[in-house]
């Protein structure tokens, strides 16, 4: 009896050591992907200024204009582009839009990899993301039963705040925060807003 009272003590020790210890390590876990909201609102603007310049003149392109197909959507973008666009010049590489600097900066090796390292404007993000025509349509369209791009980019950018403080990475925010925001569209159009908000290297590396 004595023996049996001797190894349920051991037993209970041994249980209460290990809580000690795993709780600790559970919470590390928890709280290694946390960030500050100050950290995530400046991943928030960045991604409005980011994409918004190339969203709202997307928006701007007549149906008409954007059904014709991308040479006749890559005339109308240049002749309408802004300020944000200033040495780049949209182009068609098949089906997909692109754009192509026009104007070579005048600085140094090291400045120049380092700006291309953190892609900081809409012109150099469309620049090395190359973006399917259609995909384009089907994002007008889905803006346009979101009550417009500007409209689809704040209730996405919402959700992707709020999923980046409940600990998510960025690209898992952004993919959440869309799937989130576009449940009631198709999943190719889905999936042809989530490429336009995330832009391959741009959330990897400014957002």
């Known amino acids: 009896m004595k023996k049996s009272i ?59 204009v954007a059904e014709q197909g991308i040479h006749s959507g890559v005339e109308w973008l240049n002749v309408h582009k802004g300020n944000e666009f200033e040495g780049y010049e949209f182009v068609a590489d098949g089906e997909n839009l692109t754009a192509v600097k026009t104007v070579q900066d005048n600085i140094g090796p090291f400045i120049a990899l380092n700006a291309w390292s953190c892609i900081s404007s809409a012109a150099k993000a469309i620049a090395v993301n190359a973006i399917p025509w259609a995909k384009i349509l089907k994002v007008k369209k889905a803006a346009k039963l979101m009550g417009g791009l500007n409209s689809m980019t704040k209730t996405i950018i919402r959700a992707y705040k709020h999923q980046r403080n409940l600990g998510l990475s960025r690209t898992n925010a952004i993919k959440k925060a869309v799937k989130v925001s576009t449940k009631a569209l198709p999943a190719e159009t889905q999936k042809a807003v989530l490429e336009f908000f995330s832009l391959g290297d741009v959330v990897n590396n400014c957002f």
């Open 6 to 64: 001797k190894q349920l003590v051991i037993v209970i020790c041994f249980s209460l050591i290990f809580t000690t210890i795993t709780i600790p390590i559970a919470n590390a876990k928890e709280n290694s992907n946390e960030v500050s909201s100050e950290q995530v609102n400046v991943e928030a603007q960045n991604m409005k200024r980011t994409l918004e310049p190339l969203l709202e003149l997307i928006d701007q392109m007549p149906e008409d």
